[in-house]
């Protein structure tokens, strides 16, 4: 479920980076995506459309 980028703090904490799970206060993983996740990506600014768009076109 895609989170519109008001809803996302930047904030500074000291939880461990969690993809695929939600990382609870405590450092306990839960909620595990069943699946595959592949090319993974993070950045530090927020891209631009045309920048997702070329992206998204190289996995054509």
Not at 1 to 10: A, E, Q, V
Not at 15 to 39: E, P
Request: include cysteine; hydrophobic fraction near 35%; aromatic fraction near 10%.
């Amino acid at each position: 479920m895609p989170y519109p980028p008001s809803s996302i703090s930047t904030g500074n904490n000291n939880l461990s980076l969690c993809i695929g799970a939600s990382n609870t206060s405590i450092n306990t993983f839960m909620y595990h995506f069943k699946g595959l996740i592949n090319d993974v990506r993070i950045y530090d600014r927020a891209l631009s459309a045309a920048e997702v768009q070329a992206l998204y076109n190289l996995g054509q």
